[in-house]
């Protein structure tokens, strides 16, 4: 069932108050999400390559536990490794083949920790725990029935937003920045487990960042001080840009840092993250899936990292929903923003939704009633293509976070 509709709340742009938060690659709940995602290709993968389709599995659990490190200026060691535990759901046989799910999910944590996490070591540094095992026969069944499309594991909704405002494009590019190749060539003392808070009131914004220097590149509180200036001042210039959309941007940079405490009063880190020793991880306690954590906006509950793109809806109607959100603000003329709601029924076909509502926020003297049967054939045009969106999905061509 499709229902396009005039939205008819206050726009986040024009509420007095908006809060945005964004979490960089290094964060123990980014790095929970971002694992357990690739663990979920590498699977699709194998299933696809051995079987020609994506057979049942959801690895959509998972704990970053904090271990302990010793920190010094100028170093340090890792006194206890931090520990991974990788669990839900996969198939370990088809068609009397069996498939090396361990393997494979533990070859897939490691990669994705080597190439995004400079200084940590994943056969050193990181202990894995398996909590992984089969599936219930019933929802294992939905990939055996007949059919082209798959039905859904799960009654679940989602929702989706279009266009980020300019206070989500602020703080997401400012993360990007900071976690950039060319910010980390130029800053290489700075660690990856980067947060980014963003406060507007009215047109002013205020940012809250948090960035740790890499003990083994300070050699005292005073280099500290000094290269945290020179951070600062990057970021600054590189904030400039941004003020075409506020009258002013303010910066706080790592604001526990107090100068005269040592140890104590600087954000140093040994790895770049905070899971060294300081905070464990989640997963569906990182990003959205466009990017941001939207304090204002609606949000949908299911963590889409690690579920089976085939089949679960928790990961399939939320990236499909902001899609379909963009691709209405694109194409259909007279349409300046909108918002996406999908609903599914367990064992119904995910291209055959319970409900997908469109709320348009419409051009002064527009109304959503003259564009309806347009929006109802961007619907359409989306769920005819949901197969080959999947199998994006299953190849890991759509970020989750």
């Known amino acids: 069932m499709f229902l396009v509709e005039q939205y008819k709340g206050a726009l986040v742009t024009e509420q007095a108050v908006e809060m945005v938060e964004r979490k960089g690659a290094g964060h123990p709940d980014q790095i929970c999400d971002c694992v357990m995602d690739a663990i979920s290709v590498a699977l699709s993968r194998a299933y696809l390559q051995t079987f020609g389709t994506v057979l049942h599995h959801n690895i959509d659990k ?110 997401l590019s400012l993360e990007n920045e900071l976690n950039s190749e060319r910010f980390k060539k130029l800053f290489p003392e700075t660690g990856e487990d980067v947060k980014v808070m963003g406060l507007r009131r009215r047109d002013e914004l205020d940012l809250t960042v948090a960035m740790p220097l890499l003990a083994g590149s300070i050699e005292s509180e005073r280099e500290y001080f000094y290269r945290k200036e020179k951070v600062e001042q990057e970021m600054r ?35 770049g993250t905070s899971a060294e020793d300081a905070d464990s991880g989640q997963v569906g ?47 259909v003329a007279g349409v300046q ?46 769920f005819a293509e949901i197969n080959a969106f999947c199998l994006m999905l299953a190849k890991g061509a759509y970020p989750v976070s």
């Not at 206890?80 to 370990?92: C, K, N, S, V, W």
Request: with cysteine; proline share 5%; hydrophobic share 40%.
């Open 62 to 171: 998972g704990l970053l536990a904090a271990g302990r490190v010793e920190k010094r200026f100028g170093g340090g060691e890792v006194v206890e490794p931090m520990e991974l535990t990788i669990g839900d759901r996969a198939t370990f046989s088809f068609e009397g083949k069996e498939i090396p799910v361990q393997e494979i999910a533990l070859a897939a944590a490691k990669e994705w920790i080597g190439k995004n996490l400079r200084n940590v070591d994943p056969e050193r540094h990181l202990e894995y725990r398996f909590k992984l095992a089969p599936g219930s026969q019933e929802l294992t069944d939905i990939f055996a029935r007949a059919g082209e499309v798959r039905g859904a594991n799960d009654t679940s909704a989602a929702v989706g937003y279009y266009p980020l405002s300019p206070t989500e494009k602020t703080v």
């Open 285 to 331: 306690r990182g990003n959205r899936v466009n990017g941001v954590i939207p304090i204002a906006r609606p949000i949908g509950t299911e963590a889409a990292a690690g579920k089976n793109p085939m089949s679960h809806v928790g990961k399939i109607y939320n990236l499909l929903a902001h899609r379909m959100a963009r691709e209405i603000c694109n194409s």
């Open 237 to 271: 210039r590189f904030l400039q840009a941004g003020l075409r959309d506020f009258s002013r941007i303010d910066l706080h940079y790592n604001t526990l840092d107090e100068p005269g405490r040592g140890l104590g009063g600087v954000y140093l880190s040994l790895l």
């Open 337 to 382: 923003g909108a918002h996406v709601m999908l609903l599914s029924r367990i064992g119904d076909r995910v291209d055959r939704p319970h409900m997908a509502n469109a709320q348009l926020v419409m051009e002064p003297g527009r109304r959503a009633v003259e564009v309806e049967r347009e929006v109802e054939e961007v619907f359409e045009r989306e």
